[in-house]
């Protein structure tokens, strides 16, 4: 299974976007996902993940991101409003298995770029 994120693009400061993320070439549990973002040179980070028990984001991003799911579309949402320049970066989403900690399940898609202007 490899998760697919979708939307990226060029916005403003300010801005929003919307990031989808499904599964080619198959269903996947959308119980435990999660989405990540890597800026070049860095490592990749954890930016928010809905479980079975809710919804949980990195400080950064908390009151500005929303994870969401869509169980008829089989996909997950990651909503990005008042965007700023440092959320600039490749973003992923995976599903989650859990060992005292959440990790990725597969390997990584071709994720999404998102570049904020200011």
């Known amino acids: 299974v490899q998760l697919q994120a979708s939307g990226g693009g060029l916005v403003q400061a300010g801005g929003s976007l919307r990031l989808s993320c499904a599964a080619s070439g198959s269903t996947f549990s959308l119980n435990f996902v999660g989405w990540y973002r890597q800026v070049p040179g860095k490592q990749r980070e954890s930016v928010a993940r809905i479980t079975t028990g809710g919804s949980t984001y990195a400080d950064s991003v908390k009151g500005r991101f929303t994870i969401s799911r869509d169980n008829a579309k089989n996909t997950v949402y990651l909503q990005m409003n008042s965007l700023k320049p440092e959320d600039t970066a490749v973003y992923y989403c995976?599903?989650?298995?859990?060992?005292?900690?959440?990790?990725?399940?597969?390997?990584w898609g071709q994720g999404t770029l998102v570049t904020v202007s200011s």
């Open positions: 995976n599903a989650l298995g859990y060992n005292n900690g959440w990790y990725p399940r597969y390997d």
